[in-house]
């Protein structure tokens, strides 16, 4: 499989074959959902409802820490929590044809919540305790955690290996994340141990769907282990807004509250690996069409002048 274009064979008749190849009777109707790490489709079911195929891309995650998420996914619905869990097709969840691996899922669809409402964000904070709750009865032996080298030093490796960072930025740039990681690990150091429990890893409003009869998460593919707050402060527009989450979290499970001083360091290690992860992957044709700005020299001038600013919150030499 080419590594330049790892889905120049995911055809439309390719995709519907796999669905066949797992046993369901496609009517043809076929639909791209938004999605560029990974592609994912509806598709129409003779005499049923639509289900969701997700196609994994090649070389991400090995198959013991895909069958990972999918056990913790299938554990949280499990325990009547508003996960979506991939269907379990001869005992396999994990399905492979030709050169893919993939998955298949129920359609449950819904809209954007709204967490401007205290009523919605004490609901959130409830089902994310109880999501923590059970992500905390195990852990993941294979897909990692939220750490330095994940999240500061490989992706800033990737951006200065890339075509991307304008030449005229390269030495900002390697100073900036070198400071920043010293920072980083001094911040951690200081807030001391925290628990390391099985998340959702990348609960931002995009991955919560909201229906008449509540929310429900979605998208798992980013699950790893790391401190709980990391599935609050994506959802929090505000610090009144964390308050009424940790209010709601509060009914179902206790929140360590030195956690908080972890918001800021992961803010800003989860910009580092969004432009890292970007830069890995620009010669997928489905990122330079939706991230274009990024191609522009201003944008990573103005990511240097976040990652200086941040220093300077933390204490470091911003002369960058």
Wanted: net charge negative; hydrophobic share 40%.
């Amino acid at each position: 499989m080419d590594s330049e274009a790892p889905y120049a064979n995911l055809s439309p008749d390719l995709i519907l074959d796999a669905v066949a190849d797992a046993g369901y009777e496609p009517d043809g109707r076929m639909l791209a959902m938004g999605s560029y790490e990974n592609r994912v489709y509806q598709v129409g079911i003779e005499d049923t409802t639509p289900l969701i195929v997700k196609f994994y891309r090649p070389g991400r995650w090995s198959d013991a820490a895909i069958d990972e998420e999918h056990q913790f996914a299938l554990e949280l619905f499990a325990a009547e929590l508003p996960v979506v869990a991939p269907l379990v097709i001869d005992g396999r969840t994990l399905l492979e044809f030709e050169e893919f691996r993939f998955s298949l899922y129920p359609r449950q669809g819904g809209r954007s919540p709204e967490l401007e409402s205290r009523d919605n964000l004490e609901w959130m904070g409830r089902l994310l305790a109880r999501i923590h709750g059970v992500g905390s009865r195990g852990a993941f032996g294979e897909r990692g955690h939220i750490d330095l080298d994940t999240f500061v030093h490989e992706p800033a490796d990737a951006v200065l290996d890339s075509e991307l960072l304008p030449a005229t930025l390269h030495q900002r740039y390697r100073e900036l994340t070198l400071e920043l990681g010293d920072l980083l690990e001094e911040r951690f150091e200081a807030v001391g141990p925290v628990r390391q429990i099985r998340l959702h890893g990348d609960c931002h409003r995009g991955n919560v769907l909201w229906t008449d009869a509540g929310p429900h998460f979605v998208d798992l593919d980013d699950a790893r282990m790391g401190p709980a707050v990391q599935d609050l402060w994506m959802l929090a527009p505000s610090p009144t807004s964390l308050d009424i989450l940790l209010e709601g979290y509060a009914e179902f499970r206790e929140f360590d509250s030195t956690e908080l001083a972890l918001i800021d360091p992961l803010r800003i290690m989860r910009q580092v690996h969004w432009a890292g992860w970007v830069a890995m992957r620009w010669h997928d044709s489905a990122f330079p069409m939706a991230f274009a700005h990024v191609g522009e020299a201003r944008w990573w001038e103005e990511h240097c002048n976040d990652l200086g600013e941040a220093i300077d919150q933390m204490g470091g030499n911003a002369r960058y």
